[in-house]
Nanobody, 129 residues
Framework: QVQLVESGGGLVQAGGSLRLSCAASGRTFSDRVIGWFRQAPGKEREFVAGITRTGDTHYADFVKGRSAISRDTAKNTVSLQVDNLKSDDTAAYYC???????????????????????WGQGTQVTVSS
């Protein structure tokens, strides 16, 4: 069974950038969809970005154009770069993986939290204005 560990969070000024990393251990997750989600205090957890086994990427509208998700199969990691950070980006960020290994998955599948079966513990991102 795969275990996920996030890193790279911290305190950053508005307009700055962060690169979050999700490392997998236990087994490879190169054949799964990997998603990043976030949860701000008092709010529900929401989808941020996802990448499929074929490298297709999906982004929430609020990060589109200032974010990039990528995977390093050799290192068994997935990274999320977020630029031009805003105070609204303050949240705990989680990576997660699905159980589905199909080559093609629709965008709706990638964006739906219920499809993810393994979650990391999260990394806190705080953006100061």
């Amino acid at each position: 069974q795969v275990q996920l560990v996030e890193s790279g969070g911290g305190l950053v000024q508005a307009g700055g950038s962060l690169r979050l990393s999700c490392a997998a251990s236990g087994r490879t997750f190169s054949d799964r969809v990997i998603g990043w989600f976030r949860q701000a205090p008092g709010k529900e957890r929401e989808f941020v970005a996802g990448i499929t086994r074929t490298g297709d990427t999906h982004y929430a509208d609020f990060v589109k154009g200032r974010s990039a998700i990528s995977r390093d199969t050799a290192k068994n990691t997935v990274s999320l770069q977020v630029d031009n950070l805003k105070s609204d980006d303050t949240a705990a960020y989680y990576c997660a993986t699905t159980s589905r290994t199909a080559f093609f998955v629709p965008s709706t599948y990638v964006r739906t939290q219920d499809n993810y079966v393994t979650w990391g513990q999260g990394t806190q991102v705080t953006v100061s204005s």
